[in-house]
Structure formats: structure tokens, C-alpha cells
């Protein structure tokens, strides 16, 4: 069955011809010039077979159903024969074949340029009065449109994802809601899940009885999908946890659209949140929601909210009382707000830490949305300017980008989703410092859907890297608990946050598509098969020549050419040590030194310790330090002083010799950071932390292959690591393993 429309909905034949032409000249004046016609075809179950009377009975409903929705009713031809019938006037013709209990009808409407809201009214009416005759099946397709100056395809809702992938379709869907806001055309349609339709769905259901394949929902704006029933908690919880959960603690939260109410639901299950500043443009959608897409936005599981100390029953998320929602622009509001102009100081936020948010997350247009507001939302240096600004030290700034690429697509700077290309390069620009891509494939959508998550301080790249055991204690800390005992989060958990830590390879492909090739590109895209790779056979462990207090050694046997690389399987399978792992294990460490009855512990740990800080190399491409150390016998590889290695990624200017000790600054390139934005090295991280290094001049047989341990030093411990380094070189001191053995 479909909804009933009023009668002051249903267009008859009181508009006259003065009133649809002023109609057609207001349609033209704003640009929204429809197609010419539509084309309807209804299955109906009359649960009856249909004699020829009856059937003459129904096409006089069908006709007058037609009659009242025409501007000239004049009817040309009628003729009824057996099981068929056939109407043909001048605004088009109505075609009925029985068979049987079932009832074929063709509807073919001309519609004089109407608008669409209009031609949405005049196929309801035709399907109110085909439902009074059994239960329906219906398909809709605009018919005879051309693309022009009068008409654009997809400022038409009918004519836009809403026509192509839901009204063509077979099937018993039912409108639930089309309504004309002051901003865009909101329609909500029940329809049957799209995996199954018709008689699959039925023998689906059969073998899913808990209602798991049962009737879906879709919310379109302006014909556009905005999110199903089905696709609400899959899309809405990647959108809103991941940034979330990065954060160590947010309490503050700004959402900028949102106005179903769903990623204000997700958020509310955080318990450390204690405010939510909810912008949403149009005040009319928020209500629609709540009236016609409650799943969206009930928040009487979660809430935690007390009124003398009795848990508050809050049937709807928009009534939280930490929520504060407000029916503005949001654009201008951050602008208003945020804008460097309004800062008292250029080089620092002063304004107070409470006024600031620890997390923003934009759930509105399309980035490909060929409007000017998408414009002005992925594109204006203004807003993401006050964005950045409204956030605290360590804020997050997350926004869905559209549907994922392919892998054969071009750059986004010369595709659909320039938005995308110039939002993600406008964010590094204004200072974020870490920023990931993924995407998530489950949403219904048709395509997976690309969000981004953008970190504004570098060290919170460390809980984006973390392992599935530390997420998933974070999730059960942090996630409220259900009244009903029911999983707050339906799909979003610590393997699906693993799983989001790698950008898909499109993303890598895309982004290697640029005009301006990153370096990264060629550096870290592969290893080629032309480098040539020296067997672990060809070199040897001696006593090292850097000085007689040296340990070992890693020496040539034969010949090595320049740029060749040396045992590169074996250099992949490095032993990695992750930032929160090292964390662990140092603050263990400092505890077991702390007591003289832990002494045998303390030096079993000193062994361990020594041999990541002497052997291994610091690094922060996770956001923190964290230490890589070769399995092969390349760990034994020795520092050449003063310039003297032979081996490695680069030669460098900076040797221990040349670094200013005065001076605490990490020179460029030995920071050991990552860039900002590169699916390239999100995608190699372990390749870039593990192998890499080359032969830099030709080695003869017999040479001793050194490195340059500046490049290992750990940032946090610049100074000392360098000063041991300067020792070494001048014969006044020893590395760290020899320090420990000869110690031992």
C-alpha cells in the first residue's frame, strides 16, 4: 500500500491553463524546468481474477484519477475488450491487461513542464487509486527530458539517485514523506531491503524470522541518498567513532549538519562527553526526522541522563540535555566564531580551552554535490581556517567525503570531487598534522564512502596506530552500557578500527595521479625487481675496525656495487616495537631499577633494553617513539664516523660531526615524522621502518659496511644519543651494547 495524499496535495481540474502556465514561467525563472513526462507501470494483487466489468469499473477510477491530475481533460479514444482496456488522451494514455488475480497497468502522464514536487503529487494520485484495488508493485521513470538551459537532470529529485536507484525499481515501495523545506526536497520511502525483492524477500524472511530482512527506510535530499535503515549504524558509527576514539578524551563535540540525528546518537554513547553543539541549516529536516525517522535519532537506550537520580527516559537524542542545537548556518557560524580575525593573537588561540572543541565532524553535503554551499563548505579557506581554530591541542576534525575512488579513476584535482582534492590540501595547509583517509563499503550506498579523519597535533597519530586489544579495552571503557543489554555499537569495533588504519590502494593510485608526482611515489611504491639484492652470503660478523673498543662488525666478502640492496627478504622481517608497546616497557623498566629486591628482574630487562636502544633505530612515524631492530646479522652494521658510511637511504649533510649540540632542534629529514597527508607511506609504513637502505658507493671485498647511526637517534633523546655519538667517534666512549657487555 502506498501513503495517501490529501487533497489540497493532489493537483485536479480546478488549476487552470493560466495557473499551470504561470507555474511553467516560475519553474523557468528559477532553473527547475522538469521532464516532459512520466511513465508509471503498477502491478497489482487483486487477490480476484477480474471479469470484464469490473475491469471497465476500474479504468473509470484510473480515468478519473487521470481527469482530475490534467489541465485538458478531453478524452480521444476508450475501448475495453475482454481482459484488456485502453485510454489515450491528450495528456497521455492508461493501459490495463488482467491476468488473472493479477492487474498489469501502463501510465504514461505528459506533464507540461510541471515541477517536480508537483509531478511527485500527480504519480501518488495515480498510486492512491491503483491501491484501493489490491496491494501494488511500481516502477517510475521520467520519460522525453532533454538536458538544457531550462533543465538541469540533477537539480530534479525524480530524475536524480532517488529515480535512478528506487523509483525504476519493481517493488512495493511506499512514500512515506516528500515535503519542500526551505533549503532542499526531503523524501522518506519504505521499501523492502535491496538485497531481496519479491519472492526472494519472502523466502527470506522464512529463514529469517527475527525480522533481520524486514522493511528498509531511505531518507533522500533533493534526490539524493542520504542514509537507510539498514546503512544508518554501519555508516553513522564509522563516521563518528574512529575520530572519537583517537581522542583521549573528549568532552566537547561539534556536529555540522547531521539533521537526522543519527551521528548526534553515536556521539552521545561516549561517556566522556559533556557537551554537543549541533549546527544543522534546516530546522524542517530535524522535524521530518523525528516525526518519520525516529530509529534515526532515539536515544532511549543510552541515555544516562537523571532527574533525582532516576535514569530520564529521552525518547529522542535532539532532547539531551548536553545537547544544544541550533538552527543556523554553520558555515557562517564557525566563521563568525572561529575566524583568525576574531583570535586576539596570530601565532596562539587565547581563547578559553571550554570554548573549544575536542572533536568536529561534518556530516553534510556531498563533496561532488554541484551546488555552490559544497563549495563553500570543502573549499573555503575561511572555514576550515575557523575549524582549525575551534579546536583544542589535540582536536579532531572528521568529514565524509563522498563515494571512495577506484582504482582506475584520475587524480581527485581533475575529477568529480575537486572539493575533496582541494578540502584535504587546504587541512594540511592550516596546520593538521596528521590526516587519514578510509572507507567503508557496508553503508548501502551502492559504493564504499570515504571519511577522513584529521589529527591537529602530530602525537595523536599514536592512538590512530594502536593495536586491537587497546581499542578494544578504550571501547568498553568509554561506550555506554544499553538499558536493554543490547551492544550499544552494532558493527564499529577494535578489528574494524584495524582495518580502517590502511587507506585502500585507490586512495594510493589517486593520489600518485597528481599533476605534481609526490616523491613518495617512486620511494616507497615498491620494491623494483631491476635493484640489485645482494645474498646475506656475501658479507660476514668480524670484530668491527671503527676503533678497539668497537664490538662487531659487518664486512664484505665479495665485491658490492653501488645501489645495490643487501638481504632484502630477511630486512622486512624486522622486530617492531610500537609506540604504546615501548611506553609500556620503559615505564616497566624505570619500576624494576626502583627497588634493590628487583635486581634480577631489572638486569634480565637491561639485556632487552640495550640491545633495542644499541641495535635498533627511533623513529615517529606513528606519532611517537618507537624502535625497529633488523633480524638479520645487518643489526651488527656499525656507525661510520665523520661521513665514512657506506650504507644506507641517503648521504646526509648531518653527521655527528657537523650537529650543533647548542642547538635542541632536530635538523630537516632526521625528525623521523611522517607527512601530513600520504596514502603512499600509510600504506609502506612498515616497509619504510624496516627496509629501504642501499649500497651508496661502490664496496670492495674486505670493507667494513657502515651506517649512519644520526639518522636512529631517538627524537626525544636528541642531545644525549648525538653527545654518545660524538664519544664514540672520539675513542671516549663506547655504544650501548658494548656498554652493557663490557659491564656484564
Given at each position: 500500500?502506498?501513503?495517501?495524499?490529501?487533497?489540497?496535495?493532489?493537483?485536479?481540474?480546478?488549476?487552470?491553463?493560466?495557473?499551470?502556465?504561470?507555474?511553467i514561467?516560475?519553474?523557468?525563472?528559477?532553473?527547475?524546468?522538469?521532464?516532459?513526462?512520466?511513465?508509471?507501470?503498477?502491478?497489482?494483487?487483486?487477490?480476484?481474477?477480474?471479469?470484464?466489468?469490473?475491469?471497465?469499473?476500474?479504468?473509470?477510477?484510473?480515468?478519473?484519477?487521470?481527469?482530475?491530475?490534467?489541465?485538458n481533460?478531453?478524452?480521444?479514444?476508450?475501448?475495453?475488450?475482454?481482459?484488456?482496456?485502453?485510454?489515450?488522451?491528450?495528456?497521455?494514455?492508461?493501459?490495463?491487461?488482467?491476468?488473472?488475480?493479477?492487474?498489469?497497468?501502463?501510465?504514461?502522464?505528459?506533464?507540461?513542464?510541471?515541477?517536480?514536487?508537483?509531478?511527485?503529487?500527480?504519480?501518488?494520485?495515480?498510486?492512491?487509486?491503483?491501491?484501493?484495488?489490491?496491494?501494488?508493485?511500481?516502477?517510475?521513470?521520467?520519460?522525453?527530458?532533454?538536458?538544457?538551459?531550462?533543465?538541469?537532470?540533477?537539480?530534479?529529485?525524480?530524475?536524480?539517485?532517488?529515480?535512478?536507484?528506487?523509483?525504476?525499481?519493481?517493488?512495493?515501495?511506499?512514500?512515506?514523506?516528500?515535503?519542500?523545506?526551505?533549503?532542499?526536497?526531503?523524501?522518506?520511502?519504505?521499501?523492502?531491503?535491496?538485497?531481496?525483492?519479491?519472492?526472494?524477500?519472502?523466502?527470506?524472511?522464512?529463514?529469517?524470522?527475527?525480522?533481520?530482512?524486514?522493511?528498509?527506510?531511505?531518507?533522500?535530499?533533493?534526490g539524493?541518498?542520504?542514509?537507510?535503515?539498514?546503512?544508518?549504524?554501519?555508516?553513522?558509527?564509522?563516521?563518528?567513532?574512529?575520530?572519537m576514539?583517537?581522542?583521549?578524551?573528549?568532552?566537547?563535540?561539534?556536529?555540522?549538519?547531521?539533521?537526522?540525528?543519527?551521528?548526534?546518537?553515536?556521539?552521545?554513547?561516549?561517556?566522556?562527553?559533556?557537551?554537543?553543539?549541533?549546527?544543522?541549516?534546516?530546522?524542517?529536516?530535524?522535524?521530518?526526522?523525528?516525526?518519520?525517522?525516529?530509529?534515526?535519532?532515539?536515544?532511549?537506550?543510552?541515555?544516562?541522563?537523571?532527574?533525582?537520580?532516576?535514569?530520564?527516559?529521552?525518547?529522542?537524542?535532539?532532547?539531551?540535555?548536553?545537547?544544544?542545537l541550533?538552527?543556523?548556518?554553520?558555515?557562517?557560524?564557525?566563521?563568525?566564531?572561529?575566524n583568525?580575525?576574531?583570535?586576539?593573537?596570530?601565532?596562539?588561540?587565547?581563547?578559553?580551552?571550554?570554548?573549544?572543541?575536542?572533536?568536529?565532524?561534518?556530516?553534510?553535503?556531498?563533496?561532488?554535490?554541484?551546488?555552490?554551499?559544497?563549495?563553500?563548505?570543502?573549499?573555503?579557506?575561511?572555514?576550515?581556517?575557523?575549524?582549525?581554530?575551534?579546536?583544542?591541542?589535540?582536536?579532531?576534525?572528521?568529514?565524509?567525503?563522498?563515494?571512495?575512488?577506484?582504482?582506475?579513476?584520475?587524480?581527485?584535482?581533475?575529477?568529480?570531487?575537486?572539493?575533496?582534492?582541494?578540502?584535504?590540501?587546504?587541512?594540511q595547509?592550516?596546520?593538521?598534522?596528521?590526516?587519514?583517509?578510509?572507507?567503508?563499503?557496508?553503508?548501502?550506498?551502492?559504493?564504499?564512502?570515504?571519511?577522513?579523519?584529521?589529527?591537529?597535533?602530530?602525537?595523536?597519530?599514536?592512538?590512530?596506530?594502536?593495536?586491537?586489544?587497546?581499542?578494544q579495552?578504550?571501547?568498553i571503557e568509554?561506550?555506554?552500557?544499553?538499558?536493554?543489554?543490547?551492544?550499544?555499537?552494532?558493527?564499529?569495533?577494535?578489528?574494524?578500527?584495524?582495518?580502517?588504519?590502511?587507506?585502500?590502494?585507490?586512495?594510493?593510485?589517486?593520489?600518485?595521479?597528481?599533476?605534481?608526482?609526490?616523491?613518495?611515489?617512486?620511494?616507497?611504491?615498491?620494491?623494483?625487481?631491476?635493484i640489485?639484492?645482494?645474498?646475506?652470503?656475501?658479507?660476514?660478523?668480524?670484530?668491527?675496525?671503527?676503533?678497539?673498543?668497537?664490538?662487531?662488525?659487518?664486512?664484505?666478502?665479495?665485491d658490492?656495487?653501488?645501489?645495490?640492496?643487501?638481504?632484502?627478504?630477511q630486512g622486512?622481517?624486522?622486530?617492531?616495537?610500537?609506540?604504546?608497546?615501548?611506553?609500556?616497557?620503559?615505564?616497566?623498566?624505570?619500576?624494576?631499577?626502583?627497588?634493590?629486591?628487583?635486581?634480577?628482574?631489572?638486569?634480565?630487562?637491561?639485556?632487552?633494553?640495550?640491545?633495542?636502544?644499541?641495535y635498533?633505530?627511533?623513529?615517529?612515524?606513528?606519532?611517537?617513539?618507537?624502535?625497529?631492530?633488523?633480524?638479520?646479522?645487518?643489526?651488527?652494521?656499525?656507525?661510520?664516523?665523520?661521513?665514512?658510511?657506506?650504507?644506507?637511504?641517503?648521504?646526509?649533510s648531518?653527521?655527528?660531526?657537523t650537529?650543533?649540540?647548542?642547538?635542541?632542534?632536530?635538523?630537516?629529514?632526521?625528525?623521523?615524522?611522517?607527512?601530513?597527508?600520504?596514502?603512499?607511506?600509510?600504506?609502506?609504513?612498515?616497509?619504510?621502518?624496516?627496509?629501504?637502505?642501499?649500497?651508496l658507493?661502490?664496496?670492495?671485498?674486505g670493507?667494513?659496511i657502515?651506517?649512519?647511526?644520526?639518522?636512529?637517534?631517538?627524537?626525544?633523546?636528541?642531545?644525549?644519543?648525538?653527545?654518545?655519538?660524538?664519544?664514540?667517534?672520539?675513542?671516549?666512549?663506547v655504544?650501548?651494547?658494548?656498554?652493557?657487555?663490557?659491564?656484564?
Amino acid at each position: 500500500m502506498v501513503a495517501k495524499v490529501s487533497s489540497e496535495e493532489c493537483p485536479n481540474d480546478s488549476w487552470s491553463i493560466q495557473e499551470i502556465d504561470a507555474s511553467i514561467n516560475i519553474n523557468r525563472i528559477n532553473n527547475e524546468i522538469m521532464a516532459r513526462a512520466q511513465h508509471l507501470i503498477i502491478e497489482v494483487n487483486t487477490q480476484k481474477d477480474t471479469n470484464e466489468s469490473a475491469l471497465k469499473s476500474i479504468m473509470n477510477t484510473l480515468e478519473q484519477a487521470m481527469r482530475d491530475l490534467s489541465a485538458n481533460p478531453l478524452r480521444t479514444s476508450h475501448r475495453c475488450h475482454h481482459s484488456h482496456c485502453l485510454t489515450v488522451s491528450l495528456e497521455g494514455h492508461i493501459v490495463i491487461h488482467s491476468i488473472r488475480q493479477m492487474l498489469l497497468i501502463d501510465v504514461f502522464l505528459l506533464d507540461y513542464d510541471y515541477s517536480a514536487q508537483y509531478q511527485q503529487h500527480r504519480m501518488q494520485c495515480i498510486l492512491n487509486s491503483a491501491s484501493t484495488l489490491g496491494s501494488i508493485k511500481w516502477s517510475h521513470k521520467l520519460r522525453g527530458f532533454l538536458e538544457s538551459p531550462y533543465y538541469v537532470r540533477l537539480s530534479n529529485p525524480l530524475d536524480h539517485e532517488m529515480g535512478a536507484d528506487l523509483l525504476r525499481r519493481m517493488d512495493d515501495k511506499k512514500l512515506l514523506v516528500s515535503r519542500k523545506t526551505k533549503y532542499q526536497t526531503v523524501d522518506i520511502y519504505e521499501l523492502p531491503r535491496r538485497r531481496f525483492n519479491g519472492d526472494a524477500l519472502i523466502s527470506k524472511q522464512l529463514e529469517y524470522p527475527d525480522g533481520l530482512l524486514g522493511k528498509d527506510k531511505a531518507l533522500y535530499l533533493d534526490g539524493v541518498l542520504q542514509s537507510s535503515l539498514y546503512g544508518d549504524a554501519i555508516y553513522h558509527e564509522a563516521l563518528v567513532h574512529p575520530g572519537m576514539i583517537v581522542h583521549a578524551n573528549p568532552k566537547r563535540v561539534a556536529i555540522i549538519g547531521g539533521g537526522e540525528g543519527a551521528t548526534l546518537r553515536e556521539v552521545l554513547k561516549h561517556k566522556t562527553v559533556e557537551n554537543v553543539v549541533m549546527l544543522e541549516i534546516d530546522e524542517e529536516l530535524t522535524m521530518i526526522s523525528r516525526e518519520y525517522l525516529s530509529e534515526w535519532n532515539d536515544c532511549n537506550d543510552i541515555s544516562t541522563e537523571t532527574v533525582n537520580g532516576i535514569i530520564r527516559k529521552s525518547s529522542s537524542c535532539f532532547d539531551e540535555e548536553k545537547v544544544d542545537l541550533h538552527f543556523v548556518d554553520a558555515f557562517q557560524w564557525f566563521v563568525d566564531n572561529y575566524n583568525q580575525s576574531k583570535v586576539i593573537s596570530a601565532n596562539e588561540n587565547t581563547r578559553p580551552e571550554k570554548e573549544l572543541f575536542d572533536v568536529i565532524i561534518m556530516d553534510a553535503l556531498d563533496p561532488d554535490d554541484f551546488v555552490v554551499f559544497a563549495e563553500k563548505l570543502y573549499n573555503n579557506t575561511d572555514f576550515i581556517e575557523s575549524l582549525y581554530n575551534g579546536l583544542s591541542f589535540e582536536g579532531v576534525f572528521v568529514v565524509q567525503l563522498g563515494e571512495s575512488p577506484e582504482n582506475v579513476d584520475p587524480s581527485d584535482e581533475f575529477g568529480p570531487f575537486r572539493n575533496r582534492a582541494q578540502m584535504t590540501a587546504q587541512l594540511q595547509k592550516f596546520g593538521f598534522e596528521s590526516i587519514h583517509v578510509f572507507d567503508e563499503g557496508h553503508c548501502d550506498f551502492f559504493h564504499p564512502w570515504t571519511i577522513l579523519v584529521a589529527l591537529k597535533n602530530y602525537e595523536s597519530r599514536s592512538n590512530w596506530y594502536r593495536n586491537a586489544a587497546e581499542i578494544q579495552i578504550e571501547l568498553i571503557e568509554r561506550i555506554v552500557q544499553t538499558k536493554s543489554g543490547n551492544p550499544a555499537l552494532l558493527h564499529f569495533d577494535a578489528a574494524t578500527m584495524i582495518s580502517y588504519q590502511i587507506p585502500s590502494k585507490s586512495f594510493e593510485s589517486i593520489y600518485c595521479r597528481q599533476d605534481d608526482e609526490p616523491e613518495e611515489c617512486d620511494d616507497y611504491y615498491g620494491f623494483w625487481p631491476d635493484i640489485n639484492n645482494i645474498p646475506i652470503s656475501h658479507v660476514q660478523v668480524k670484530k668491527s675496525g671503527v676503533s678497539e673498543q668497537a664490538g662487531r662488525g659487518i664486512f664484505a666478502v665479495n665485491d658490492i656495487p653501488k645501489d645495490s640492496m643487501i638481504d632484502l627478504g630477511q630486512g622486512t622481517k624486522a622486530f617492531h616495537m610500537a609506540p604504546t608497546t615501548w611506553d609500556v616497557f620503559d615505564t616497566l623498566y624505570d619500576w624494576v631499577e626502583e627497588k634493590s629486591e628487583r635486581e634480577v628482574i631489572a638486569s634480565e630487562m637491561s639485556g632487552l633494553k640495550y640491545f633495542i636502544e644499541g641495535y635498533g633505530y627511533a623513529c615517529q612515524l606513528m606519532g611517537e617513539t618507537h624502535h625497529t631492530i633488523d633480524s638479520g646479522i645487518m643489526t651488527f652494521s656499525n656507525h661510520g664516523c665523520d661521513r665514512s658510511y657506506n650504507y644506507g637511504d641517503e648521504y646526509s649533510s648531518v653527521t655527528e660531526s657537523t650537529v650543533d649540540l647548542t642547538d635542541s632542534k632536530i635538523p630537516d629529514g632526521l625528525d623521523c615524522t611522517a607527512i601530513a597527508y600520504s596514502p603512499v607511506q600509510e600504506r609502506h609504513l612498515r616497509q619504510i621502518m624496516s627496509a629501504g637502505d642501499v649500497i651508496l658507493k661502490d664496496i670492495r671485498a674486505g670493507d667494513e659496511i657502515l651506517v649512519n647511526y644520526v639518522t636512529f637517534a631517538d627524537p626525544n633523546e636528541w642531545i644525549d644519543d648525538i653527545s654518545k655519538l660524538k664519544d664514540q667517534c672520539n675513542g671516549k666512549g663506547v655504544g650501548e651494547v658494548s656498554e652493557y657487555e663490557f659491564g656484564a
